[in-house]
């Protein structure tokens, strides 16, 4: 075995965003790395995720994640090679060089309990997949689209933020279980190409080229029967109006609200949904693991088949972690945003 | 047989409301009386129903009923009494003096189509409870709490505008299949006071005396796992707030919003429903036919035993049917609100 690091950084929050995050929120510090207790493990992390729902993890509210404290580090998802294991770590689970799939991101090293790691192959898919087509944005369309939307096949789907790690899977889904019309809009033209072109949607249209409502009427023009909401506002008053009778709309982000100041005002046509008797509803990954196996298996499947495309914006570097963290929140990836980390093969292995 | 009637009085909208209805966008008029055709019966009204949906049907806009034509004879649920039938009637269909449930309301006479009336029994329960307790707004509130708001033994149920005709029996079933807690909104002091006392709510409150949402925080400490929305607004609002985990809302009615001539703004909240995986969904009772033989017999039972308790506000003749609708827009109404005619027992008897 190598030597091991003595010291990590790692990204702290050190104010709470009002709005937009700026840079001076966030600081880089470096920390002693300690060795592996008892049942824990080390993992120097090859892949960070950066994601839309940490954006409320930054401020001080009680949500279904804790929020982040003041000068800790912060955490997401990670995935890393395994560099040191504690001395009774539990028998048959982790070696030195195993690729983990585990929680502690926004840092060089983590240090956690073998338990709370999963190991990944990384002869069966790049490893940065764990953290997208084949981790828990995927698992997310996956769930939302079939299990949430109740999604049938003939339905006409619309999705937002379409060109996203989510997004771009739950078009390819519905059209792969059969959808009558895929829709989805997205924030340039370049990624409405994209759409058309690589992820095989019927219709696309850039949300900030005119109201949704009339760029979703011209590309639905007989409604809608499912909408994946990534977005909020503007886009799921839109896709209330499109709605056809018993549609059926999966809550899963809300991205143009997350930095909102003051409470964002709803949907002003959500009484359509008495007559029109639309089911509105929320989705966490995290109530949909049961899928795990199955989403694993119908997915990557799909993937080696070469039926399903994914798009990675990569971010190379721990020091801008921020910035892509940040780039992610205006739009600027196009599928699932990474940080990945030098390799540094000739230390560690 | 008596002589038959060669007039009767309807009601006709004679200009689309802004906003609130004025009496003088209706009009009573007198019209002659046809003998009923092959197939057809004629009817003498004895209760006439006014129903909040009527204010929507008022407005020229497509919606899930079609809208009230202008100088035409307005319509709705009606029980009455058949004074003459068709001379080939299907057979076994109706008799004079047979009563019966149909939807030609807001007129003293009513020429149907046998096929579109059912006959009701005058001794099994009061006539006019066939538009309240055991018609559609009961089997509105039955299908919208069981079957809708998908209700579990040991919920915590809120129901707002629980002193109307669905309101009030959401909460009594919902006592009567076991809920934990039954909570209800009101618009007066003396209706909390009668969802207290007679139908058995555990918390009540008058949605005029402060904000709604600390009101049912202060009635619900515990929160709510299902809301019956009659009232939409701040109350849907507050109550997708008060929801816990996994909670569900029935949406029923935005009486708030009826008379609204502008949009209302959404619930600032609902971006809530994602992390708190919030169902909300709408209701229209024509989905649910299929449960109207199970509801009769349930609630039907209740009703013999003295377990579910009715009220009624009666406003006497034809002449006010228009102030009976307006009352009930405004909240005047406890439990349903029924125009009833005079019986004229000595004329058609």
């Known amino acids: 075995m190598s030597a091991l690091p003595t010291t990590s950084r790692e990204w702290h929050l050190v104010a709470r965003p009002n709005g937009v995050p700026r840079p001076q929120d966030f600081a880089l510090r470096e920390v002693p790395v300690a060795q592996p207790g008892p049942g824990q493990i080390l993992v120097r992390n090859l892949h960070l995720s950066v994601d839309p729902y940490m954006r409320g993890r930054m401020n001080d509210v009680k949500s279904y994640v804790p929020p982040f404290q003041l000068n800790q580090p912060m955490d997401g998802g990670a995935v890393g090679v395994v560099v040191a294991v504690g001395d009774d770590s539990p028998a048959g689970s982790f070696a ?33 997949t764990y953290l997208g087509v084949l981790g828990m944005p995927g698992l997310t369309a996956y769930a939302g689209l079939l299990r949430v939307a109740e999604f049938h096949e003939g ?28 829709i989805g809009s997205a924030g340039s033209d370049e990624k409405v190409q994209l759409l058309l072109d690589k992820y095989g949607f019927d219709a696309a249209f850039n949300y900030k080229s005119g109201p949704v409502a009339e760029q979703l009427k011209a590309a639905a ?44 005002p709803g949907p002003r046509n959500l009484a359509l949904a008495i007559g029109k008797r639309l089911t509105l509803r929320g989705l966490l990954v995290s109530d949909h693991n049961d899928l795990q196996q199955q989403f694993v298996e119908e997915v990557g499947g799909w993937i080696r088949d070469g039926k399903l495309h994914y798009e990675e914006t990569v971010v190379e570097g721990i020091e801008n972690n921020v910035e892509a963290f940040l780039g992610m929140l205006r739009g600027d990836n196009t599928g699932k945003m990474v940080v990945t980390l030098p390799a540094q093969a000739a230390i560690d292995n």
């Open 96 to 128: 030195v060089g195993d690729h983990v799939l585990h929680g502690l991101g926004w840092r060089e090293y983590a240090l956690l309990d073998a338990a709370h790691a999963v190991k990944v192959d990384a002869g069966n898919a790049p490893l940065s």
């Open 155 to 182: 339905d006409t789907v619309f999705v937002s933020g379409a060109a996203g790690a989510v997004g771009s899977q739950v078009g390819q889904i519905a059209r792969l279980k059969g959808a009558k019309r895929v």
């Open 221 to 264: 023009p007989d409604g809608i029967d499912v909408y994946f909401d990534n977005v909020g506002g503007d886009h799921l008053e839109a896709a209330i109006g499109a709605l056809n009778v018993h549609g059926r709309a999966a809550l899963c982000g809300a991205i143009a609200q997350y930095n909102a100041t003051e409470p964002a």
